[in-house]
């Protein structure tokens, strides 16, 4: 990993004063991003601690894609400050987040669905043996490299050589989840992990996001989903058209209060009177703002 005061990669502002520190591993502070004219994010502020899960919840278009871009520093804020062990960042490219240990795992899995659970879990930082001109890549260290870290994760694969394309959905977003963690993530950024899974799939991803907290990661959890997000969250963002308009900890909202900020209550009444003044429209069946809930689900298997 790059050293903080290194300055490599142009990845700390050196002519700054570190700020002083919270224990957050990740803070931004007002921050937002404009292209051009439009600003996609404007006055968020973000603090993510080790051994926390921060879930940030939206809907499309909300704003969760460029925090996720300025984090992991495919892009750069514009506005605001970004701060990375309390000192200011301007990342430049994802080799300066990652060198500060933060790995994000996308949606769309960077995997090659042919290719062995382990040599995805090391795709593109194959271990090798022997001396130069003949080196060759280490097979079987990597196999027990890649077995023990899955186990430790709480993984058990029957046999790393099945085609990860063979995996649930689920079990491939694990095998990312272990492999961020071996190449020494500090914070986890998961881009909508639980979108396109079942029930009982998203569970699984839940129960690892879990143990990576347990293991004492930072994590950011993006998800429009509050049932998810509640089970295993710390802290709790809501971003509406670019801005933060919810930011509260664990003990300070219930599921029901959540479910209601992601649902838009206000955003609900001005339709219902909308279609009120529209003939063959029955308001009366749309739910009140009040009743935009939903019970808190005993497990992740009990989640819809």
């Given at each position: 990993m790059t050293d903080k005061n290194s300055g490599t990669?142009?990845?700390i502002l050196q002519d700054t004063v570190p700020a002083e520190k919270d224990g957050a591993i990740v803070e931004l502070r007002n921050a937002g991003k404009a292209y051009g004219n439009i600003r996609a994010l404007h006055g968020?502020?973000?603090?993510?601690?080790?051994g926390q899960v921060t879930c940030v919840l939206?809907?499309?278009?909300?704003?969760?894609?460029?925090l996720i871009k300025i984090i992991s520093g495919l892009h750069q804020h514009t506005e605001g400050e970004f701060l990375v062990d309390g000192a200011p960042v301007r990342f430049t490219t994802p080799r300066d987040a990652l060198d500060r240990g933060i790995a994000t795992v996308y949606q769309d899995l960077a995997t090659v669905p042919l290719m062995p659970v382990w040599r995805n879990f090391f795709l593109g930082s194959?271990?090798?043996?022997?001396?130069?001109?003949?080196?060759?890549?280490?097979?079987?260290?990597?196999?027990?490299?890649?077995?023990?870290?899955l186990r430790e994760m709480?993984?058990?694969?029957?046999?790393?050589?099945?085609?990860?394309?063979?995996?649930?959905?689920?079990?491939?977003?694990?095998?990312?989840i272990a492999r961020a963690v071996y190449f020494g993530a500090r914070v986890l950024i998961l881009d909508e992990p639980t979108a396109a899974l079942g029930v009982k799939q998203s569970g699984v991803v839940l129960k690892y996001i879990a143990a990576a907290r347990e293991r004492g990661l930072g994590v950011i959890f993006i998800t429009h989903n509050p049932h998810h997000a509640y089970m295993v969250g710390d802290h709790f963002?809501?971003?509406?058209?670019?801005?933060?308009?919810?930011s509260a900890e664990r003990s300070r909202i219930t599921l029901e209060e959540l479910t209601n900020h992601m649902a838009g209550g206000a955003e609900l009444a001005a339709l219902k009177h909308e279609l009120s003044?529209?003939?063959?429209?029955?308001?009366?069946?749309l739910p009140e703002k009040e009743d935009l809930t939903a019970p808190v689900a005993a497990s992740p298997e009990g989640t819809s």
């Open positions: 990669h142009g990845a968020v502020s973000l603090k993510v601690h080790p939206g809907d499309n278009g909300a704003g969760k894609s460029t194959e271990m090798t043996k022997g001396p130069w001109p003949i080196r060759r890549l280490d097979i079987e260290k990597m196999k027990k490299t890649a077995d023990h870290e709480g993984i058990v694969l029957d046999n790393l050589e099945q085609p990860i394309g063979t995996l649930s959905g689920g079990q491939r977003q694990c095998v990312a963002s809501v971003l509406r058209l670019g801005t933060m308009e919810l003044q529209v003939s063959g429209v029955d308001v009366e069946e």
